[in-house]
């Protein structure tokens, strides 16, 4: 089986302030682009086969100064971005929560937003693709909330589980197979 490895971008100014950001193109911090030259010492572009990324900038920013350019460049894909968050762009969870008390977005409705169905499908197509590419590593460089949602997925759990998977910026994970069973070989590293 192909071993995924995910990585979330750098920090930007709203995931230091725990902003929601999906459509909001935001470019890296001056420490978002340190985390994502720091990437290049432990990831080897000639070690995948298959290099996705979201199209946001700040995903794609991150692969380039990992050292994933030029003929290792990431190819974009749509179903990487990250969840839509609708009317709750730009706005953390606290705030959020002071009109929808408890609110997470593993277990409420975003209005304006995707839904976990929604979430689920694209991220099946991307596991999908991962899978029928048929190489030894893939690598993938994307958001926190999509890439926590895209682990869930790989290990067959539910959705609603995701918030048990915090994930910081410029870190990579490895998402791969135990004697026949979709597992987690590494986690927020």
């Known amino acids: 089986m192909t071993q995924l490895f995910v990585v ?17 193109d935001l470019p890296l911090t ?7 030259r720091k990437l290049a010492d432990r990831l080897n572009p000639a070690d995948f086969s298959l290099v996705l990324s979201s199209p946001r900038q700040r995903a794609r920013h991150t692969a ?13 894909e749509e179903d990487l971005a990250e969840w839509s968050y609708g009317d709750f762009e730009g706005r953390t969870s606290e705030q959020i929560q002071e009109s ?15 839904t976990a169905a ?9 596991i999908r693709r991962v899978h029928d590419s048929g190489v ?20 067959e759990l539910d959705l609603s589980l995701g918030g048990h998977f915090p994930l910081d910026t410029g870190t990579i994970s490895i998402l791969g197979e135990v004697k026949g069973i979709p597992a987690l070989q590494q986690w927020n590293a």
Do not use: K, M, Y
Not at 8 to 24: D, L, P
Not at 30 to 36: P, Y
Not at 100 to 114: F, K
């Open 136 to 155: 030894d590593r893939a690598i993938c460089f994307a958001h926190g909330h999509i890439l926590r949602a895209l682990t869930v997925r790989w290990l």
């Open 100 to 114: 929808v008390p408890e609110w997470t977005i593993w277990t409420h409705l975003t209005p304006g937003g995707e």
């Open 118 to 126: 929604q979430i689920g499908t694209r991220l099946d197509r991307v």
């Open 8 to 24: 979330r971008h750098g920090e930007t100014e709203w995931s230091r302030s725990g902003q929601h950001t999906s459509v909001t």
């Open 64 to 76: 380039e100064l990992a050292g994933f350019t030029g003929s290792s460049a990431p190819q974009l």
């Open 30 to 36: 001056r420490n978002g682009e340190r985390e994502a």
